[in-house]
């Protein structure tokens, strides 16, 4: 796409202009939607009804596979230096033995370069999002808000306002990524059952003098419900987290809010600094009845509802968008639409697991005062094992199957240069992983994808402390073929070369017209 200054107006495109993709909302699932297809060269329009950025920093944890995206999509370096680890969760008035500190548990396993979830507030994660974007040419539309769609032949005629005045936008396929109360969910018709549950909180961002940043202060126990202080990592800030135990909206001023600290936590030495952001925010558990209409599509929070527990909501948003976003630009280059059809069969399921554990998580924390997460809540473990897409072909698989996240593993390159594997993962192609054996993949030549060969001697890569057999659990010579998000599409041993390109005919290849 053509490269726009970040506050140009809305008015510089023409009316009706068409384009691919049309995104509708600009949090962390369209951005991250967006940079996808700006790398791959899909023309798209990223609208955003309200007039600025989201300032609040209410997903405030980025967890490993989250990063693991950020590292794929160029982003890495920026994201280290703006985040830190969650500091140690310091208990108050939970007994009489004073203060209890809970220090972060870690279950780093080979193959998971960052094992331990980040604090950033969601505003900044954002930013660096934005940035990112507009490296790769993109920007950011607002003040244009979606009113509704028609399928056209081919695609979706799209109705946005900007400035009072209605507009089209002609597009071969919409993605929805504008929240809770998604717009484009309502006018697909596509349900979001669930529940409103009866926890409320009051959420606020402001400096709290007198009080450390090297914990994340709680008092579970605290009179009119249960009260958080969390430093915001690399801010002046903390997040304001209070319980709100009786109905009607709760006054959010400084005074206000300085009334509430003292009354919660007791301590007259803490100072509220001036609000920077405040929200009152009721729990939701929701899930979309559909990820697809026609030519659209919806995801992030337009799908999935969840409590803030476990910190899933935005990193479960992103996963959508990198999920959605090769598929996409697969099928405009002449690839089956049935690859479209993969997106809510591997993305639902997630959602609806992903719900169940942060529902789970929050009864824990308002029954138990318990604020511990496990393994599930770094999303390294979930899989796409029952995917159309997943084709485990080997004669005996390894632990690692066809599905499955791909780990990543120290290697030497041909020039002597040590290197990762997911170095190697950082464009937007697919990757062939032939690790050992001596079988011609010249047949496997495309646009598209890169081959990696690793122990296949002079002129490949080495793997002198067998990394990659250990962490990828091989048992033998094989071919991994890696699809542009990370995972596993099909394995096979390595002398089957034609169960790969069967597997690319199948998906990639552009769709052949019967004569």
């Not at 990223?46 to 920093?57: M, T, V, Y």
């Not at 980025?62 to 995206?69: A, K």
């Not at 048992?475 to 070369?497: K, N």
């Amino acid at each position: 796409m053509n490269a726009h200054d970040p506050s140009t107006s809305p008015a510089s495109y023409p009316a009706g202009e068409a384009v691919q993709v049309l995104i509708v909302g600009a949090g962390s699932a369209g951005l991250t939607l967006a940079i996808d297809l700006a790398r791959r060269g899909v023309s798209f329009r990223l609208i955003e009804r309200g007039d600025a950025p989201f300032a609040g920093s209410r997903g405030k944890g980025l967890q490993p596979r989250t990063i693991e995206i950020f590292e794929q999509l160029g982003m890495i370096e920026a994201f280290l230096d703006a985040s830190a680890p969650y500091p140690p969760i310091i208990n108050y008035g939970v007994d009489e033995s004073g203060p209890q500190v809970v220090a972060a548990k870690t279950d780093s396993r080979p193959g998971e370069p960052y094992p331990l979830s980040l604090m950033i507030p969601q505003w900044r994660t954002e930013k660096l999002l934005r940035d990112r974007l507009a490296e790769l040419g993109g920007h950011v539309e607002y003040g244009v808000e979606f009113t509704g769609l028609a399928e056209t032949d081919g695609g979706v005629q799209a109705r946005v306002l900007v400035d009072g005045e209605e507009r089209t936008i002609e597009c071969t396929w919409l993605v929805g990524t504008d929240g809770a109360r998604s717009a484009v969910r309502k006018a697909l018709g596509i349900g979001y059952p669930g529940e409103t549950g009866t926890f409320r909180m009051l959420i606020a961002d402001l400096p709290v003098a007198n009080l450390s940043d090297a914990g994340w202060h709680r008092w579970p126990n605290a009179p009119g419900g249960g009260f958080a202080l969390c430093p915001l990592a690399k801010t002046d800030s903390f997040q304001l987290s209070a319980e709100l135990t009786t109905d009607g909206e709760p006054e959010q001023t400084r005074e206000a809010i300085q009334t509430m600290i003292l009354a919660r936590t007791g301590d007259a030495t803490l100072v509220a600094g001036e609000p920077t952001w405040t929200s009152v925010y009721r729990v939701n558990f929701r899930l979309a009845d559909a990820y697809r209409r026609g030519h659209a599509f919806i995801a992030g929070d337009a799908a999935h509802a969840h409590p803030p527990t476990g910190g899933q909501g935005l990193n479960t948003s992103v996963q959508d968008s990198f999920n959605l976003g090769w598929k996409l630009a697969a099928v405009l280059a002449g690839a089956s639409e049935a690859l479209l059809e993969t997106y809510e069969t591997e993305r639902r399921e997630i959602g609806a697991g992903v719900l169940a554990m942060s529902r789970g998580l929050l009864a824990q924390m308002t029954e138990k005062a318990d604020m511990r997460r496990g393994r599930d809540t770094l999303q390294l473990d979930l899989n796409y094992r029952k995917s159309p897409l997943a084709a485990e072909e080997r004669t005996t698989p390894g632990r690692v199957e066809a599905g499955d996240r791909a780990p990543d593993a120290a290697l030497v390159a041909p020039d002597g240069a040590a290197v990762r594997v997911f170095d190697l993962f950082r464009h937007p192609d697919f990757t062939l992983l032939a690790i050992a054996g001596s079988s011609d993949l010249k047949g496997l030549a495309r646009n598209g994808l890169r081959l990696v060969e690793i122990e296949r001697g002079e002129g490949s890569y080495r793997d002198p402390a067998g990394q990659v057999c250990a962490n990828y659990g091989l048992t033998g010579d094989c071919l991994l073929l890696v699809r542009p998000d990370g995972y596993i599409a099909a394995a096979a041993d390595g002398e089957r070369a034609d169960l790969i390109e069967a597997w690319l005919r199948r998906w990639i290849e552009p769709a052949r017209v019967p004569a």
